[in-house]
């Protein structure tokens, strides 16, 4: 036996993609460059969800001529397919097929610093008892984003801090704040012992903007099965966000997918006697800010995309309760 294959890996780096055959290569090219990875055992595995422009051809060439790191420890190019489109079902894909003690998930519109990797799995050795973390996230734009766009900025995903924050403590664990899942690391263990392999947040489909909150609901089974959940602001990864994401029809479908995801995960964690009534009691508070907003900012949102954005969002979360009660799902989950 070789000594590469004695080896265990010990991280994974997870690509979920769908028809980025020609972003693939930078993101490929930014992981080749890692640093303080000498002596890691680590992969890369891409998951394919359904992609149709020949993302699959592409990686077969990249296999073929792929040699990277040490020689009795190569970084390994791993491909697969997952054939139900949707992003719930290309990271459940991800943590059956990964086989690092940790997973760190990276779309294809993400570049990783060239520290990343390291400060990952760094993190993860000194915090046994997580579950998940985040890293910040760096706005790469096309064109530059409209007014006031940092009041929706952490919805794109734009997540920058400088300290390290516990989302399982204090006022974020109240407040039920949690990591979205660009550049998030999960304990693989962690997720194979808590999570369900059916989650009802089914994300992003293709170009389709379901009911979103897929990350939120993930991460609410780690939470719930005692795992810590946090902010790590030593890792650090780019956004490249495209012109087409800041038009205003894409910009109003995807805050009503987040409206309308609002419900189920807020009632994650809530014993089924007491929806109804935490239900009622978000409703009114959603109304109260709904009008709020109308009245400070109606007269502009013909023209204001982010108070549009916002009084969508507001929206949606007033019928989330109806679009899941409809459907039986969250008062039987």
Same mark, same amino acid.
């Given at each position: 036996?070789?000594?590469?294959?004695?080896?265990?890996?010990?991280?994974?780096?997870? &690509?979920?993609?769908?028809?980025?055959?020609?972003?693939?290569? @930078? %993101?490929?090219?930014? /992981? #080749? +460059?890692?640093?303080? =990875?000498?002596?890691?055992?680590?992969?890369?595995? &891409?998951?394919?969800?359904?992609?149709?422009?020949?993302?699959? @051809? %592409?990686?077969?060439? /990249? #296999? +073929?001529?792929?040699? =990277?790191?040490?020689?009795?420890?190569?970084?390994?190019?791993?491909?697969?397919?997952?054939?139900?489109?949707?992003?719930?079902?290309?990271?459940?894909?991800?943590?059956?097929?990964?086989?690092?003690?940790?997973?760190?998930?990276?779309?294809?519109?993400?570049?990783?610093?060239?520290?990343?990797?390291?400060?990952?799995?760094?993190?993860?050795?000194?915090?046994?008892?997580?579950?998940?973390?985040?890293?910040?996230?760096?706005?790469?734009?096309?064109?530059?984003?409209?007014?006031?766009?940092?009041?929706?900025?952490?919805?794109?995903?734009?997540?920058?801090?400088?300290?390290?924050?516990?989302?399982?403590?204090?006022?974020?664990?109240?407040?039920?704040?949690?990591?979205?899942?660009?550049?998030?690391?999960?304990?693989?263990?962690?997720?194979?012992?808590?999570?369900?392999?059916?989650?009802?947040?089914?994300?992003?489909?293709?170009?389709?903007?379901?009911?979103?909150?897929?990350?939120?609901?993930?991460?609410?089974?780690?939470?719930?099965?005692?795992?810590?959940?946090?902010?790590?602001?030593?890792?650090?990864?780019?956004?490249?966000?495209?012109?087409?994401?800041?038009?205003?029809?894409?910009?109003?479908?995807?805050?009503?997918?987040?409206?309308?995801?609002?419900?189920?995960?807020?009632?994650?964690?809530?014993?089924?006697?007491?929806?109804?009534?935490?239900?009622?009691?978000?409703?009114?508070?959603?109304?109260?800010?709904?009008g709020i907003h109308w009245l400070r900012h109606g007269a502009v949102l013909q023209t204001d995309v982010v108070a549009?954005?916002?009084?969508?969002?507001?929206?949606?979360?007033?019928?989330?309760?109806?679009?899941?009660?409809?459907?039986?799902?969250?008062?039987?989950?």
């Amino acid at each position: 036996m070789s000594v590469s294959a004695s080896v265990s890996t010990q991280f994974t780096v997870a &690509i979920r993609t769908y028809n980025a055959a020609q972003r693939l290569p @930078a %993101l490929l090219s930014a /992981l #080749q +460059a890692q640093e303080g =990875v000498q002596n890691l055992a680590w992969e890369i595995l &891409i998951v394919d969800n359904c992609s149709t422009d020949g993302t699959a @051809a %592409l990686v077969a060439r /990249l #296999q +073929a001529n792929w040699s =990277v790191g040490r020689a009795d420890m190569p970084l390994k190019l791993r491909y697969c397919f997952e054939p139900t489109q949707g992003a719930v079902f290309a990271r459940r894909c991800a943590m059956q097929k990964a086989q690092g003690d940790w997973v760190g998930f990276l779309d294809d519109d993400n570049l990783p610093r060239r520290d990343w990797v390291a400060a990952c799995y760094a993190f993860g050795c000194n915090n046994p008892q997580a579950g998940a973390y985040g890293s910040q996230i760096h706005g790469v734009f096309e064109v530059e984003p409209p007014e006031h766009f940092e009041r929706i900025a952490h919805f794109l995903p734009v997540i920058e801090r400088d300290r390290a924050v516990c989302f399982t403590e204090g006022l974020y664990a109240r407040k039920k704040v949690l990591p979205p899942g660009a550049g998030l690391v999960i304990n693989r263990r962690a997720w194979l012992e808590s999570v369900p392999n059916h989650l009802n947040l089914l994300g992003p489909l293709a170009h389709g903007l379901a009911a979103k909150g897929e990350d939120i609901e993930a991460l609410s089974h780690l939470k719930q099965a005692g795992w810590e959940i946090w902010f790590n602001p030593d890792m650090h990864i780019e956004h490249l966000i495209p012109r087409w994401r800041f038009e205003r029809a894409y910009l109003l479908r995807f805050f009503r997918g987040v409206g309308l995801g609002r419900c189920f995960t807020r009632l994650l964690d809530v014993p089924l006697w007491l929806r109804p009534v935490v239900t009622l009691l978000y409703f009114c508070n959603d109304l109260r800010k709904w009008g709020i907003h109308w009245l400070r900012h109606g007269a502009v949102l013909q023209t204001d995309v982010v108070a549009a954005c916002e009084q969508e969002m507001f929206q949606a979360s007033l019928l989330s309760p109806l679009h899941y009660y409809w459907g039986r799902r969250w008062w039987t989950s």
